[in-house]
């Protein structure tokens, strides 16, 4: 059986999956390469301040 979720998928393959505590919800999911931008913008934010 193919698994629905991203995260189950890549659980199988054996990778790992990086789970946070944040203080708010984001404001959106992954859908565009622009998204990524913005989340990989906000991440890096969080890791340079230490959250």
Same mark, same amino acid.
Not at 4 to 20: F, S
Not at 22 to 27: D, L, Q, R, S, Y
Not at 31 to 49: F, G, N
């Given at each position: ?9 890549i659980?199988?393959?054996? !990778?790992? /999956?990086? $789970?946070?505590? %944040?203080?708010?919800t984001? +404001? ?6 622009? !998204?990524? /931008?913005? $989340?990989?913008? %906000?991440?890096?934010?969080s +890791?340079?301040?230490?959250?």
């Amino acid at each position: 059986m193919v698994e629905a979720l991203e995260q189950l998928r890549i659980l199988w393959h054996g !990778d790992k /999956v990086l $789970v946070k505590i %944040v203080a708010k919800t984001p +404001i959106a999911g992954i859908d565009t390469p622009e !998204d990524l /931008v913005r $989340v990989e913008a %906000v991440l890096a934010q969080s +890791i340079k301040h230490g959250l």
